[in-house]
């Protein structure tokens, strides 16, 4: 009997130094994180500091030589680049270095393949798939023309790029479809949501910030953690009780990363869109990592891009264990900063504390006598606000609440 072992991919991360905002040294570390999460592993890196990228190498003819070398000397079975490549720069990569060509959204596309768990996730990663591989369908070849069959039949018939463009095409609007579908049902959790009068907090931030330890640790949602990057891309809702008259629906979403291509957020709009539906917007940040600036603004910057302003925030600066020494960190576009650990628990009180206080804010307190006709108000109270007392005295009933402003008329 033959013991098969899997294979393991040995890359080289290339990447090309434009003099922008982010050194290309800090996104290589992201992207030998993103390989160790796709199960490859890292044997070296190459950086070219140039003016712009190589439009048909991605690197110049000097680097891509270095390039070769690396390859040999490190027996690798291919090379990340650390942008989105064209066709034409992936075709000529892959005839000049004759390994396995990969970019930054290919890799990131077979992370979110590998966990996503419910439809729409699936949904989501297949049309993301495919939009990326119809931008870079390229001519084959009259080699690769079909004859068509049939009497009479004049030309060449269906070239197989023309086929592949057109099957695509056709996969592409069936998604779109099953995508809509889902986006219905979700329309229809929402508005129910709505009715029901409870807030939902969503949680956001940058990938392996800790979103989803906060909701377990809150909720006891059993959300799968590790270590990985994005190791959860489907929403878990959850209801969390504030103190004993407030409750209010936590949602974890899936975690933002730097370039993330246009298309990649638009595949997840559906899932990302719990934040723009939110009350309130719980952002998680890694206080540990050094790229805890960068971080956070490419968290703001996927919410501008989504719509998602003008709506309460609290920061979290999570992971406040593997600090050293503590510092009081303030994030200066969130209403409030809070200092917590998923892991030990603290600040998660200090949090319950500022969601029941900007729910307060759009509540009124009441300390009303209804009379005993009047009960059906009670149950408005009941269902859409906060029922503190109540109490049946001989004059009719004495309740005292907190409701939204917005039946505060009706009762």
Known sequence: MFQMDDIEEKVILVGVETGGEEPAEQSLDELAELAKTAGASVAGRLIQTRESIHPGTYVGKGKLLELKELIWETDATGIICDDELTSAQLGNLEEELEVKIMDRTLLILDIFAARAVSGEGK???????LRYRASRLTGLGRSLSRLGGGIGTRGPGEKK???DRRLIRERISRLKRELKDVERHRELIRSRRVQSGLKVAALVGYTSAG????????TDAGILTDAMLFSTLDTTTRSLQLDNTQEILLTDTVG????LPHHLVEAFKSTLEEAKYADIIIHVVDASNPQMDTQMHV???????????DRPVITLFNKQDKLETQVRQRDFQADYSILTSAKTGQGLDELKAALLEIIRKDQIYIERLYDFS??????LIRSRGQLLSEEYVPEGISVKAYVPREIYGRV
């Open 211 to 218: 979103k989803s330890s906060i909701e377990n640790a809150l």
């Open 123 to 129: 949904i989501q990663v297949e049309l993301a798939q």
């Open 256 to 259: 933002f990363i730097r370039k």
């Open 299 to 309: 968290v703001y910057e996927t919410l501008r891009q989504l719509g998602v302003e």
């Open 374 to 379: 009047e009960a059906g108000k009670i149950q």
């Open 161 to 163: 790029l023309e086929m």
